[in-house]
């Protein structure tokens, strides 16, 4: 509670897990899956955007909307994380963990697209990206391990 520092916490980490749960209540809600299923999963999406707002300064500017209509949004790293060495070691762990999981991601979206059956473009798409990271999101995990070898501790 009462931690202030950032430092060997990946913050892309937290931030990509944001994007696995706005991909699995979208795959839930195309499914037409129970309720409390789409509840408990809608859920986890609110704990995980409460989480970014610990992590990032986020400020949202009603005076200059986008359009006219939406507000403009504002995200910057917390000062604590940018200082540290530990936002160089997140870049350099997802950097080598993009090598290996992006053609992962296409060569699992060619055996989606050719042997299983979809409704459409869209209910692909998320069936795809689901089972991508039903697959591989396990591997999200290297990050954390990567900053906490680098840091050569484990006590932040």
Known sequence: KSRK??????IRTI?????TQVVV?????????N???VISVCIGL??????ITKVMDITVNWSDPILGVLPRV???DKSSYSESPTKRYDSLAFKYLSWVLLPL???YAVYSLLYEEHKGWYSWTLSMCYG???MFGFIMMTPQLFINYKMKSVAH
């Open 132 to 134: 991508y990271l039903l």
């Open 25 to 33: 209540v979208l795959y839930v809600l195309d499914n037409d899956t």
């Open 46 to 51: 609110v704990i995980e955007a409460w989480k």
């Open 5 to 10: 520092s950032l430092e060997g916490l990946s």
């Open 15 to 19: 931030i990509f897990s944001i994007f």
């Open 74 to 76: 504002s995200i910057k």
């Open 105 to 107: 991601l296409v060569a």
């Open 35 to 37: 309720m409390m299923v």
